[in-house]
């Protein structure tokens, strides 16, 4: 059961972050064209502003989904319901703060914010898109950590796909027929905050929760265990684009947003695969399944680094070409960084190769237990960007992050061999050490393509149909030859029962 939910999970993730693509990709050109590059940017503008209310979430909402873990495996109803009425008064109690934060928005950002669109105007902007906010955490957070703890994943992405794809559809109409900006988010918000009321329905009718029980104040005391890498992960998110701001213009802001955009495709790529295994891993944590547990993390985690370096070695040769359709017309900023864009991509290997690590340290509740070394990793990340970002702008940000992602995934490393899985480190760097001369081998077959002759969306889409062949036969191949029993342990534990189920219903 578990194997398949996994697998249910996984295609369902990768669906969504499809639908996200197409979300980040279409919306945006048709407000754009329809209503201005200043429309455009206030609305993404003050949906910035409005995310930093996730600073107050803390990271808490990782620790509840594993608090979960044991209950459901137990089928510890009453256990479930405290866990459920505690972080759902938490998640509440945000959105209380929230409404304050909102009101102090409303008088400061008009008076902040750089444009000609009238105040009337960005007040209402502000109010309609903040309802999304506010739905989140007064109905969508709570019901969200108990259904992907219960291994259903699947449930949440296929909501929030009917909603993506609807949102399209009605902003497409809206705009075609010339409808109020007001309208359009209106209707977007609206279609949005369904979200969180479908997995409210669904969590009333599928689980039993008691919301008379009394209340058990200790039984989330550790809350505030997950506000280190809550922290660490906002400030990698957040610190280039500041610093930028403020030490280099909005230039290279504009220049770190078009790199910025490639990464995020990747980095959703990566925390779909992760994330369709995070319940599987915290349910066998909970049953006490160790040697399963080992078995199968070892392999996932084999499995995981062949699709990072896979992923990042196909992006290395086609992140310049792209930049360059992609800003063909643009002449007011160099984009072609080649330099940036391979510390850049480096730094963020090491990130979405840390992915592996954190799944199964999420799964197993082990936040007080790495979180001093989560601000360690933030830290370093500020400090080091805030010494080199005057002299070398995008250069130095990027050498700051990926530093702080080496230290992390270094730290995670020798975490694992010590705790919870007991990870092999000398195992472990040697799979880095193939998978890096699997890359050389890569670089050199690939050295005949002369990259600088793409032209067209074509030729792009030809050049990386071939470097994505070249490089998974090769990692594949290198793998095969020299990790030859995780390779074994990949296909009797995620591959073969996958065929065995669809050669059946073949039959």
């Not at 550790?222 to 990698?236: E, V, Y």
């Not at 066998?284 to 399944?289: D, G």
């Not at 990386?464 to 290198?478: D, P, R």
Request: with cysteine; aromatic share 14%.
């Amino acid at each position: 059961m578990r194997k398949k939910k996994a697998l249910y999970n996984l295609i369902s993730s990768f669906l969504m972050q499809l639908i996200l693509v197409l979300v980040n990709f279409i919306i945006p050109k048709l407000i754009i064209k329809n209503y201005g590059s200043s429309i455009n940017g206030l609305i993404n503008s003050i949906t910035q502003f409005l995310s930093y209310i996730s600073l107050l979430e803390s990271g808490v909402a990782s620790v509840i989904q594993a608090k979960y873990y044991k209950t459901l495996a137990e089928n510890d109803t009453q256990t479930q319901s405290q866990i459920y009425k505690e972080s759902s008064r938490f998640f509440k109690c945000i959105g209380y703060i929230a409404i304050f934060y909102l009101i102090a928005l409303v008088f400061i950002y008009p008076a902040i914010a750089k444009t000609d669109i009238p105040k009337q105007t960005i007040i209402l902007l502000i109010l309609i898109i903040s309802a999304t906010t506010f739905s989140q955490y007064f109905f969508g957070l709570v019901n969200q950590c108990l259904i992907q703890a219960d291994q259903k994943v699947y449930v949440v992405n296929s909501i929030k796909i009917v909603a993506n794809i609807l949102n399209i559809l009605f902003v497409a109409i809206l705009t075609y027929v010339h409808a109020s900006i007001f309208y359009v988010k209106g209707i977007s918000v609206f279609v949005l905050s369904l979200i969180p009321a479908m997995m409210f329905l669904y969590t009333q009718k599928n689980y039993k929760i008691d919301k008379k029980i009394p209340r058990n104040k200790a039984i989330l005391k550790d809350k505030w265990n997950g506000l280190g890498l809550h922290i660490a992960g906002f400030i990698h998110l957040n610190t280039d684009i500041v610093l930028l701001t403020i030490f280099s213009g909005v230039l290279e802001v504009s220049v770190y947003s078009v790199y910025a955009m490639i990464i995020a495709a990747l980095r959703s790529v990566q925390s779909a695969f992760t994330n369709s295994v995070l319940a599987a891993f915290g349910n066998m944590i909970a049953k006490k399944e160790t040697e399963r547990l080992r078995k199968n993390y070892i392999a996932f985690d084999h499995l995981h680094m062949m699709l990072i370096f896979c992923m990042f070695t196909v992006a290395y040769f086609m992140i310049i070409p792209f930049v360059r359709l992609y800003t063909k017309d643009v002449t007011d900023v160099n984009y072609i960084r080649p330099l940036y864009a391979s510390i850049l991509l480096l730094g963020e290997a090491f990130y979405c190769q840390r992915g592996s690590y954190a799944c199964i340290i999420s799964a197993a509740g082990h936040f007080k237990q790495t979180m001093r070394n989560c601000y360690v990793e933030a830290i370093i990340n500020i400090v080091i960007s805030l010494i080199l970002v005057n002299k070398y702008g995008l250069i130095g940000v990027g050498i700051g992050t990926l530093i702080a992602m080496i230290y992390r995934a270094v730290d995670y490393i020798f975490y694992l061999s010590k705790h919870i899985v007991f990870l092999n480190i000398g195992y472990t760097f040697y799979k880095i050490f193939i998978n890096v001369l699997a890359f050389v081998a890569i670089y050199f077959s690939l050295n005949r393509l002369n990259y600088n002759d793409i032209s067209s969306i074509k030729d792009w889409i030809i050049f990386a149909v071939i470097t994505t062949l070249v490089s998974g036969i090769e990692f594949f191949i290198f793998n095969f030859v020299f990790c030859n029993k995780q390779m074994k342990d990949i296909y009797s534990i995620f591959l073969k029962p996958f065929l065995t189920k669809v050669l059946n219903k073949t039959k």
